[in-house]
């Protein structure tokens, strides 16, 4: 199993943390108040840990649960403390109605935060084509990943198997952009032709 160390105090980050250590993973939880993170550590129990904010994560994979405008300053005060991490970027980059993206074409939030890490990490996209209520149900779900390393994609995949869930590659970074489009229609999906958040996106095999 994987050692994860997940910075963010929100509800996703709630949410993965209880899944991983119900799949047997390390998790240290993260935040800028100390306070916080001890607590919501203990209230996850599994031997959770907390974490100091900006000091070298414990954990081989490093989840970035946090706003997509918070990333890259978050990245900035870790520094070289990022070093040899897998950082997964599970942040939205949609504009404030939902209907496009802020990013510029051709780029994406991910490719931002690869940009910005160290030059021995490794940026993996994931779990932002999940919502967090349903990923919070259980039972198994697709979750759609992308990433330039072979051995990051491979502990990501890894990780996410561990959680329950289906790791499907969808290739380069590069796809990220195309990711953090499927998180835009998928509230639009919501607003219009299923009517509700209850619902997942996945891939049906057919052979």
Do not use: C
Not at 158 to 180: H, K, Q, T, Y
Not at 185 to 193: E, F, H, P, Q, V
Request: hydrophobic share 50%; charged share 15%; net charge negative.
């Amino acid at each position: 199993m994987s050692s994860v160390s997940i910075i963010g105090l929100g509800n996703m980050a709630g949410t993965l943390a209880a899944r991983a250590l119900a799949g047997g993973n390390a998790v240290e939880i993260i935040g800028r108040d100390p306070a916080r993170a001890a607590e919501v550590a203990a209230a996850l129990g599994g031997g959770a840990t907390a974490g100091t904010f900006g000091t070298t994560p414990a954990g081989d994979l490093v989840i970035l649960a946090v706003p997509y405008a918070s990333a890259v300053p978050v990245v900035d005060r870790y520094g070289d403390a990022l070093a040899g991490k897998v950082v997964i970027d599970i942040s939205n980059t949609s504009t404030a109605d939902a209907t496009g993206l802020v990013t510029p074409d051709g780029t994406s939030g991910a490719q931002e935060i690869a940009d910005a890490v160290p030059a021995s990490a490794n940026v993996v996209k994931a779990f932002n084509t999940v919502f967090g209520h349903i990923l919070a149900q259980g039972g198994p779900l697709d979750v759609l990943f992308a990433g330039d390393d072979a051995r990051a994609k491979a502990s990501v995949s890894a990780f996410i198997e561990s959680l329950g869930l289906r790791p499907l590659d969808v290739g380069g970074l590069e796809m990220a952009r195309w990711l953090e489009g499927v998180g835009v229609l998928m509230i639009s999906l919501a607003r219009n032709g299923v009517g509700d958040f209850n619902f997942s996106l996945g891939v049906n095999l057919r052979g």
